[in-house]
């Protein structure tokens, strides 16, 4: 008797899918019993023989030094019967590959490389041993919005300067939707907004996890004439603020001052 091998079966989910979960249907190897000839795998009108070797079972004591090991019968190959003359339909293997489809639930939360287990959907066993188990290993699509790391999203959020300058408020997008988020005034490139239970359910947790908005200014590209002369204008009144207009850009001149040694 022989327990049959382990399946492994990769599915794509989206992110979406990951955190809601889905009930999803899964094509798998499956086998079934070969009719014409009633799953003996013996041509119709034969039978098989029961293995002399093995005497049925499909294993044998085999003698290594003072240790009895059991092995595989090597005449009858596990099965234990002889099929002299084999069916032509399955080659003397009572089954046939046949595709299964096979419903399979994803769990809400869960993340790339994770695996569900179904069991008894592997290969079958030989002999009448237990089937094997079939595997559902979890690849993660990549998002065109969102990263997740473990239960927690982290987006990019692009700004305007002069959104970023001003203040005001802005919509995010979340999984399941908008949220709005009050930029503060100054608000620099690199500040980072956590949206509390914004995240990802996980499998075993009681909580979601957070989303992070990251948020970067962005340079206005593409100005036309008046644009260019408004913000020169801007510039050289910004100049005359000097450095207080400048939140890092201060502290900088005195670094670099300190480093050529002036
Ligand atoms: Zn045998
Ligand atoms: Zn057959």
């Not at 473990?150 to 982290?154: K, V, Y």
């Given at each position: ?9 990769a ?14 249907q ?79 639930k ?43 790391d ?5 987006c ?15 919509d995010?997008?979340?999984?399941n ?40 200014v ?8 008046h ?30 001052k ?5």
């Open positions: 008797m022989f327990r049959g091998g382990d399946l492994s079966y599915m794509e989910v989206t992110l979406e899918e990951a955190a809601a979960g889905k009930d999803a899964i094509r798998i190897p499956g086998w079934e019993e070969c009719e014409p000839c009633d799953g003996t795998g013996a041509k119709k009108g034969t039978s098989a023989k029961t293995c002399g070797t093995c005497q049925g079972s499909g294993t044998v004591q085999m003698r290594q030094g003072f240790f009895s090991v059991q092995q595989t019968c090597p005449h009858c190959r596990g099965s234990g019967k002889i099929i002299s003359d084999p069916c032509p339909t399955c080659s003397g293997q009572g089954k046939l590959k046949k595709q299964k489809t096979l419903e399979v994803i769990p809400a939360g869960i993340d790339d490389g994770m695996r569900i287990r179904s069991t008894g959907n592997g290969e079958p066993g030989t002999n009448g041993g237990p089937p094997g188990d079939l595997y559902i290993e979890i690849r993660l699509k990549k998002h065109e919005i969102f990263e997740r473990g239960d927690d999203l982290h990019a959020v692009p700004i305007s300067f002069s959104k970023a300058a001003l203040g005001g408020e802005i995010v997008p979340t999984l939707g908008k949220a709005a988020i009050d930029i503060p005034e100054g608000t620099q490139t690199g500040k980072q907004f956590r949206l509390r239970g914004k995240g990802i359910k996980g499998v075993r947790a009681s909580y979601p996890g957070d989303l992070y908005c990251h948020i970067t962005e340079t206005p590209v593409k100005l036309t004439e644009q260019r002369k408004l913000l020169k204008e801007f510039d050289e009144s910004l100049q005359k603020g000097g450095a207080k207009h400048m939140p890092t850009g201060n502290g900088w001149t005195d670094k670099l300190g480093f050529f040694g002036a």
